[in-house]
């Protein structure tokens, strides 16, 4: 199947940041394959005047979730850094809109929709559609996804071939598609046009 986008649709890409990549401080398995199908999505979503929101992790250098201070993960996103970028083969057009999320120290945020601004902006702009694809499918990805789905007006799909999991205990992955799937969001192969 494939899909038109419109000026009613828009693409949510999560924290496609070089530190969840092979060689970052918390690289997801293959993480780097959603950059070439996530470029598909954003050709097509310029061909359509679909609007372009780009998440990222971006944490202080002693933020809650890091181990140091008793989290769960290694440093990683801290603002600023290398590893805080987005990957360079992204192709993200200038006009995208860069939501960045955990920025406080004592704060963990999963979900691009935390601050309220994206959730804002989605409704000003009349968005019915958004498509979410990045990393990693068992954290940020299913935070954002369950959170858009509870706005009404929205209807949501994960992008399945372009997303990967942490997979900290084995099939965290599937749980979250499962979730994403029973909270409402679509979770059909479909590419861009
Ligand atoms: C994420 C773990 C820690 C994510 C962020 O982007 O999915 N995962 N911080
Ligand atoms: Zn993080």
Known sequence: MATELTLRDALL????QND?????????????????????????AGQGGALIFASRDWHPADHVSFAE?????????????????????LELPDDTSVVSKAEQPDHEAYSAFDSGELGKMLRAAGIRRLWVGGLATDYCVKASVLDAVAIPELEVHVITDAIRAVD???GDGEAA?????????????????
């Open 20 to 44: 969840f990549c092979p060689g970052g401080a918390l690289a997801v398995t293959d993480g780097d394959a959603v950059v070439p199908v996530l470029n598909d999505w954003i050709a097509a």
């Open 69 to 89: 201070q008793g989290g769960l993960w290694p440093p990683h996103c801290v603002h600023d850094t290398p590893g805080a970028a987005f990957h360079p083969d």
């Open 13 to 16: 890409l999560v924290d496609v």
């Open 168 to 170: 900290v205990a084995p």
């Open 177 to 193: 598609l499962k979730a994403m799937r029973e909270a409402g969001a679509i979770l059909e192969p479909v590419a861009p046009e």
